[in-house]
């Protein structure tokens, strides 16, 4: 039973332009939550995807934009990118209501 | 963002000790949830707990949910090399989770 998966690993992009990250969830699971993590911080939720549509929202600017499929999938997109946005992206799955269960990570490196 | 306040935020202990760490809300959460966290790796869910005053284990760990449902403990008991790590405790809301700031912790053979 594959966990949450996370694509890709590490990256490195330059101030200006814009990134996609990718997560597939756990298997059974239908909501996928995106969350920063600054270096020596907790996670910062950014928003979060059910049924294909964003549920909440944290205190992020528009820059930051999302997408489910309908395989519950998603992806995480920035643009516009700032040296400040350099930090590891997690994608966190879960079955409705229950607790969530977390990837790898995705580092990205703003330069 | 909002987060949780955690202590303490590193601890230095030798093999065999006991850990305890806790984390404060000024917020009710319904659920309560500690992850562990190892460098360039996600965040590993460790215990849940739904309850207030609910006292759950999971081996040598054994977790609290308070009965204001605005704080949590984490108990560690004979810690072992692998229990290095940083250690977060999550509040979970309707949607989102909010998380401490993370109790650091070294072990020292």
């Known amino acids: 039973d594959a966990g949450v998966t996370q694509s890709p690993t590490h990256l490195i992009k330059t101030r200006g332009q814009q990134v996609t990250l990718r997560c597939s969830p756990k298997?059974?699971?239908?909501?996928v939550s995106w969350y920063q993590q600054a270096l020596g911080q907790g996670p910062q939720f950014i928003f979060q995807?059910?049924?294909?549509?964003?549920?909440q929202r944290g205190n992020f600017p528009d820059r930051f934009s999302g997408h489910q499929f309908p395989n519950y999938s998603s992806e995480l997109n920035v643009n516009a990118l700032l040296l400040g946005d350099s930090a590891l992206y997690l994608c966190?799955?879960?079955?409705?209501?229950?607790?969530?269960?977390f990837g790898p990570g995705t580092r990205l490196t703003v330069t | 963002g909002q987060q949780l306040n955690q202590s303490p935020q590193s601890m230095f202990i030798q093999e065999g000790e006991d850990v305890s760490m806790n984390c404060t809300s000024s917020?009710?959460?319904?659920?309560w949830l500690w992850y562990k966290q190892d460098p360039g790796e996600g965040p590993v869910l460790l215990i849940a707990l739904y309850k207030a005053g609910e006292l759950t284990s999971n081996g040598r760990l054994t977790a609290q949910f308070g009965i204001t449902r605005k704080d949590s403990f984490l108990n560690i008991s004979a810690s072992i090399p692998s229990d290095v790590g940083i250690y977060f405790c999550a509040g979970q809301g309707a949607q989102k989770l909010v998380f401490g700031q993370g109790t650091r912790l070294t072990i020292n053979p």
């Open positions: 966190a799955s879960r079955y409705r209501y229950n607790e969530q269960y």
């Open positions: 298997s059974g699971h239908d909501t």
């Open positions: 917020s009710i959460f319904n659920t």
């Open positions: 995807y059910y049924e294909e549509e964003e549920r």
